[in-house]
């Protein structure tokens, strides 16, 4: 299952990627500034003037996992609609302003939270922000365009119903999940996005885009005054808070399990998973260290013993999901019916492995390098930026989070990471979903219906 859904927007967005290849060297020079608006609105700014160029990312609580039973797919269809039309413009006459005034909007939903991005000119930055200020607080969801995405999204839902990938993923989150909204499809199905009306997608807006849970990050070229002042037109009416809803409760079940879907496929797909650590955990950069040891690619240990020694994938990735309700360790492989077992048995041997005996210090010295040194890369635009300060804001860290964290990677010692590694990876509880014609594996347990 795809845990993040839908991010779409106006073709000038695909103009700003291009333009926002900005110079080398600024993931160095980051200097975040705490803004407050007149009417007490805050964000985090990274001022850059060298191009005319705005950025700004936004997030509000409440996604895919606050959607009515029944209703699965509400908040993606919310999210691809809210560009479509709004205050006085229909779709066209919005999507037209956009286009003619290189505005770059768009509107995400994840399982946790609910996405707006902006990307606009300086010159432009006043309609730019008044039409964010529309979207959130004036969407139109008229009858054509609201027919028009619904239409789209159900094609690919029925696009996925086959895909041994999307039925393995379904499985597991199906049967780790049975009672909670994470193990229900985050993009809906054919049959809840139909059942998905105007009221419904006006409902959660009201209740999920709200000052109360609004986090907002800024790059590029605007002081603060001005965006003390934009922060305010843009998200001053929007409502203080919406109805809350209490956290549901979601720890993962049939731990140890597998899962077999018989599919007339010549290559079998694996899922696999279990419980993670807590994204605030003291023991995050530790947990860092040994995942990317364990899956960062070429030289992990998944990808060194199961792709390059045996040949039995093209490829194997293992991630952390830090989800509100859970967090998780989630990864996939796929490879030849003839080979599941074999795979599956390696993947139990190499986590177990880990737990027992942990890290080389080859394995760590390395880690460090590549992590320290590849963080930089990520934030050669204002994107990425503008993403991470809403991350750390959402994450509660500190504004001078950044500031130190090369020292506290290479202040986790190998005495930290064995005792991680025994916390982190858990072999008897890593559950598999298969999706194929695997030979010498045998399901534990019936798989539950994945449902579409």
């Known amino acids: 299952m795809m845990r993040s859904v839908i991010a779409r927007a106006s073709v000038p967005f695909l103009i700003f990627a291009a333009l926002l290849l900005v110079r080398p060297g600024i993931a160095e020079a980051i200097e975040i500034q705490r803004i407050v608006s007149p009417g007490g609105i805050e964000a985090w700014l990274v001022e850059d003037h060298k191009n005319p160029i705005i950025t700004l990312s936004a997030s509000f609580e409440g996604g895919a996992a606050a959607d009515p039973d029944g209703k699965e797919g509400l908040a993606v269809l919310t999210a691809s609609l809210l560009d479509e039309g709004a205050g006085p413009y229909d779709s066209d006459a919005f999507r037209r302003k956009l286009e003619d005034m290189v505005i770059g909007l768009g509107f995400s939903a994840r399982n946790d939270s609910f996405g707006a991005s902006l990307q606009t000119l300086t010159e432009n930055s006043d309609e730019a922000f008044d039409l964010l200020r529309l979207a959130m607080t004036e969407p139109r969801f008229d009858t054509e365009p609201v027919e028009r995405i619904r239409a789209q999204i159900v094609a690919g839902l029925k696009r996925s119903e086959n895909r041994p990938q999307a039925i393995a993923s379904r499985i597991w989150w199906r049967a780790a ?169 390696l993947v139990r041997e190499i986590w177990a492995e880990m737990a027992l005996n942990g890290p080389t210090e080859e394995e760590v010295r390395d880690a460090k390098t590549y992590i320290n040194g590849s963080f930089p890369m990520r934030l050669t635009s204002s994107r990425p930026i503008a993403g991470l300060l809403v991350s750390l804001q959402r994450d509660g860290r500190a504004i001078d989070y950044l500031d130190g964290r090369e020292d506290r990677i290479n202040a986790v010692t190998m005495a930290d990471l064995k005792r991680v590694a025994k916390r982190l990876f858990l072999a008897d509880e890593l559950t598999f979903s298969v999706v194929g014609q695997p030979q010498g594996l045998t399901a534990t347990a019936p798989a539950p219906e994945p449902r579409s």
């Open 177 to 345: 999940f049975p009672h909670h909204p994470y193990g229900r499809p985050s993009g809906g199905t054919v049959e809840s996005v139909g059942h998905v009306t105007t009221a419904d997608m006006k409902a959660f807006a009201g209740r999920v885009l709200t000052r109360g849970s609004l986090k907002i990050g800024v790059v590029g070229d605007i002081a603060p005054e001005r965006l003390g002042t934009l922060l305010d037109k843009t998200f001053g009416t929007l409502p203080e808070s919406g109805p809350s809803t209490p956290p549901v409760p979601a720890k993962p079940a049939a731990i140890g399990e597998t899962f077999v879907v018989q599919n007339p496929v010549p290559q079998s797909v694996v899922v696999f998973g279990h419980r993670g650590i807590p994204r605030n955990d003291p023991d995050r950069f530790a947990a860092s260290i040994l995942m990317e040891i364990m899956a960062g690619g070429f030289g992990s240990r998944l990808t060194e013993e199961i792709r390059e020694k045996r040949g039995l994938t093209y490829g194997i990735y293992a991630y952390t999901l830090p989800l509100e309700d859970a967090q998780m360790i989630m990864g996939g492989v796929s490879t030849r019916n003839d080979k599941v077992a074999e795979t599956v048995g």
